[in-house]
């Protein structure tokens, strides 16, 4: 259970076990009004949290009650969890809307399990010690963008392939710039403040892209136009507001910057639409899957309840993941 | 021959024949400076126009000569063109850096044989007729950009496989708003004014992506960036130009119009970094490919030399076009 | 619900609510006999008309009666709907086959919404308008072929892509057609004749193909040899017919139509067994491509019944269709 | 060198040596009437059979000469070879055409190391042996057909993949029916009498497809239809000649057999138009792969005049081959 | 029904109907202990053999008979079957695990209907054929390994595509020496000792790479190294114990007949590390793949318990297949 | 100019102007013996060294020299250089073979400018620091195989993308234990042993894949068996010779290192038999991809020899790559 910020310890889904009584706060989704053989009208509904989701059913309901219900969003519900048909429901007495800013939306979004504040002082560190002028200017001017750092610090990494929680992208960009750091002085040809600007930057149309309030999906104009594109965009933007401010960034510098960026997911099939073409460009772009993949197998790895050796099919992956680990002595 | 505007007649390399004089302006390509067995220096080069190339040797050549060649460059050759080895070859004598602005460029670079002036004219009555505020206000915005459609005017339409010719990027764009005007009624549930928009705006990146001074490349920055992108650029940059004049572009529209963009090569292994999602992006996608095609295919046709029923095997094609015609009477 | 040819009104399986009379024709599938725990008999199927299907139970059921019914077939259904663990289904009290003749086929096949009388006399205007004497000959035997144009208008013009409706295949060639004749001007170099018929031709073994009294099915002819194969046969037993009639079709024109009819899908993959290799080849294929995605996205965002902004996932598309239309100020 | 029918041994282009008087037919091909720098009229050409080509030159050349060549075809060549910048060409002092009826066309197209009477002998009977009534009739209306078969017995088998040669499309289809008698009795579910007359006639349509005069080429119909749908419409012809004479070939029967031909390249990117779906067209489609490629490997194999284990890279099949055998002890 | 080797019949899953008494042995899998909403304990679990499976639940349960199932294994099971929602489940009145020695495996799986020691006296003899000294060394080395030969003539001979029976792997082998058999003589460039040899180990680490003994899966081992990489390194460790008795292997063929196991799937996809690069190979590798697929398309055929003319949709082959038979006069 | 062992200075191939005396050791390839038009033999051949190759001709050759000539092999060449068609070619005078033994190889092949003790004492180091007392037992004895060890240092990393020198295979692997060092500490999930042991074996193999005396080649064996292949055989043979010296490595451990090797080219098409299964798996698959990419990319760099901003197109990066660095001041 979680405590949260009004002191009341939400009951998660996965907790609920048959014939307890519910009175709590979870996101409803798709409610629908019908009426059943004898006329009677009642509400059909999905009831959820981070950790699942239940079916509900709210008999004797009406359409008052129904046009109220937020589609989706946070409702309270009194009722009682039932077994029917060996699945487990919840039988709905009373339901209401309940304004967002009074939940403790950890409760109903996954959230990285490291400290986000520490991280983003060790990704200000990092890319502070960028040194070439203008590429430390850029990088600064989105340092210095508050609500963007806000969303920055927020937003997923992905909505289900990798660092798909709250905190992903922060957590995915810092353990990128760490092991950027940790190799760049293996491979001396490489231009270091373009790599670790380019992984600083090379996700950071995601906090347009996706949306996270109650659940994570794509914004409409997230589908629209990409992470990839928005990210160019809001570089560009950037690099004329420092214009404006007095500060010009060259043309080659934003063309250099904006193709790793272009061709970081490394080929056209995965929606890049440039392949990489500079040292740096192919640099990030492998620092990226690693880091990725990383996260998504380990997860699936973390995330297999059964005792088997290996994890379930993953299909992203075209395999299942072997999960046991070498015997101390062999 | 073509009528220079210096008065001068240009004899075009492909009308050269064994034994001429020559003494004219070409394109000179990688010179190299070489010594023969007997030690002393020649330089080798490749003499170009619109119709082709020859090998040029100027022997008893300097250092200082070849120094002062641009590489690559316009020259005024003097020489005389002679068989070696059963090849056509142009042994110079004199050779000289040539003012480009003293040349008719159109003698180096392939020209579409329509009237720009009279596609323009069309291009901006069909894009004239948008009735949508705010999509008329966008396009007016690039319309009344006089370098820029200056640019528009003077861009091939790609390097090599359609359109590639001084004045295509308009005669590819001119021709597809014919098509949309022609086509778009009876297709009533689609949205003419966001496609005649998408047409017109699609390509407008290739004015960056391509240089088309001498020859047909692509800039840097239009290697690293690409069209795609940055015709996705240009619109946020008209828009925020119209914003700061006082006319708010809503940015849905933004997104859409900037959707049928970056989805207009269709499909992702042809650098398209989303697929189109609206029923415009799909139509816009359609009559780009159809009349690219069109163009590619009838020009190949037409380029055949032999008399042949059949082309050469048209790689991109994966095919040997058949250009036999229907007999009168079958 | 359907004034029937027979002054009846068909009450559509998503016009049912719970708790009514039934007392109908529809479409029963699949049914079984079963037996329950008790050892009693009873029927399971499917009733279907074109808005859906329903779960059917016919308690007390017979053997004789079971094997009484087509499968699948239209029969006459007397009984009642109810809600069975939330979802309607029909209980059945009585149950006969009905002779087909009887039935009003539009009750239980999606047909097209367009005017099939007009449709036809315009494919019959564009198509008369060709000139060439033998592609004209070859369009007149089968415009003139009633039983083939009977069918030409009936059938669909797919499974379930596009068109997949009674009188698709008339609603889709009736377009392209369209289409051909508002682009060919703007085309000069391509033969508006060649065109015109490959685009009325192009899917003629779509009649032969696919079986449409009930549903919409592949006949095992058009199963083992295909629609594209079956065109082909079709215009050389027309012109076998032609010549032995008195008018020769030339060999070559015979192939030039074969080639579009055989290249018209466009790639190997799509079970082209030839790429398109003449000019005419490639704008049918075109035509045909736009004027089905058209149809396939169009209908697929009329479909939506949800108030979001985006479609389901379109598997045959690769994406959600965006469908929210451009605010009329922007 | 060969034995001609006219008594004449032909000396064959791999036989020429430097400094050797040539008088002997050969095929002329792509001649080109050019000036050298003084203005004379010079001939430049290729003279070829079928093991190999040389360049010819004709110095002193006429117009009325140049016309007088066939484009391509074949000609009397009085000449001398001789080394130029290490090649060897042949310099041309008479060229004449001559009449192909006068010509032993062996010498310049490849021909089977096999005896074709006996391959066409065995076909006949394994043929032979089908006994059902209607596939029998079908395959013996091919079979009574003198003329296509005569044209079967002489077609190549392919391009350049396998069984190039005059009479490879008989060696193959041979092949391909013992393989058939050979491993039928192995698998007794299959239908017999389906598989040889599907493996006599998948291939058929190459008669109509390929060109075998004087070198391999394709027909522009073979170009445009392809041999499979060629194939397609033979047995459609043949069964309708069949019907007229009062034989009636069962239409499911067609379709198999059809659907045969139709899915035996196995895939949709080698050009079937169908997939298989029977046990006799996969079984078809296995044999026919398995016999070109044995010959391709084994014709690779044996065409590799190096000393190396290996031959060079075999693009077709992505790999060079291995050809070193077994020692005999190991 | 089955008669097992304790004189006991086997009541088979798909024989049973409602309203019988259970009282047998069968596989149980996924046991789940689970409470009603009441809060009484009951176990939901499955209960299968080699013709299917059913839900079982134990109402009345205890934590104590849960542990003691195994997960899965053989218990014996005394209950009822009944309908229940229309779906038959059996209610478990008691369970017990039961020593696997004292059961009939084959009830459970599924296995070859052929002769298992026939087929291994064909394979002795045919392998025995081979007259190469060393290669007859090293196939006698394998059919010296008892312990080996036994797993030989139980393994499947893969997981569901082809031959998915115990005796599975013995039944495919032996298949493909007779095609092998039948057809080397046809192809005399072919060594045969070499395809012979080739067909009977190229599979042999399927004996290593799946379990079998209550269902078919994949072992740890079979699933991180595959069969392929198993059956290479299994010719090694023979060839090391020969070496170690006195006969060397040369290397060279070695690694030609590992050439021809790494190869045999013809296609990297596939998961062949190398594409065949010598005549056997090819021959290996086109009849591994005749015989497999001869077997899924007559397996699929024959499974099929519907009257239509057409199986399911077969995923593996992108169709659905045509049973029809040719009726005997067309 | 490269100083040799016997202390002459080798004159390289790209070091030889025209008109000078050539008194040096080459390599010669493909040495043919013809005659001239005059009937005079002479042979043909290419002499070269690490730095590229030229033509030669020995005029006045004899059967007698060509024989003794080695195909391919090192030879000391006397004569002189001369431009022949502007092409420079070596007459030679006398050409005798030599004993490899005599020649600097480092002249003939490119050889790392990496110091090879340097790194492989590293390599030890930090392979030394594995504890798993099994998989260090199992690198340990790679380390203690002298000879092995002598190839592994001596390799190169590959034929012809990356690492493509003497010293390559140890250069890259060094590079990739160094990455992992610095990377692992960030992954705390992952098995560091498992990694490491994975990254030192991965290509081992390479040593009997590759030859390497005058020329960089596949061997048969590394052609038929594949590196990937002869990994998996060396770690079962190291592990084999283990167990019989009284240490036992656990199949499992065995498997999970095995798989790490089968995997590490991480999809199908790129030759590996089984995909990455376990986190360490994909962790060396990344580290190797991105090691051999920035060699691969840094090399083509800096071969560039152009001042072009962009090097000449990559082929198997599908672009070309940009090189001009960053401004200091952007």
Known sequence: MAQSAQGHTHKFINQIAAGETVNDVYVVREPILRST???DLYIAMFLCDRTGQLNGRMWQASEVVYKSL?????????????LYQNNL?????????IDPSKVNVENYLARTTK?????FKEVQEIVGAIRHPQLAALCQAFLADKDLMKCFCSAPGGMKMHHDCIGGLLEHTH???RVAKAILPLYPQIQPDLV?????LHDMGKTEELSY???????????????ISKSLLMIHRKAEALRAAGTKIAPDLLDTIGHIILSHHGEYEFGSP????TAEAFMVYYIDDLDAKMDQVTSAIDAETSESNWTAWQNALQTRLYRKRLAPQG
Request: proline share 5%; net charge neutral.
């Open 213 to 227: 309030d109650m659940a994570f999906s794509y914004t409409d104009s997230g589908q629209l136009i990409g992470h």
């Open 115 to 119: 400290d986000c504040n520490q991280m």
């Open 196 to 200: 670790l600007a380019g992984v600083f």
């Open 37 to 39: 053989s004898r006329g």
């Open 89 to 97: 429901q919840i039988v709905v007495n009373t339901i209401a809307a």
């Open 274 to 277: 440039k392949l990489p073409a």
């Open 70 to 82: 937020p589609k989706p969003g946070f409702v309270h519900v009194q009722g009682r969890s039932e």
């Open 175 to 177: 353990s990128m710039l």
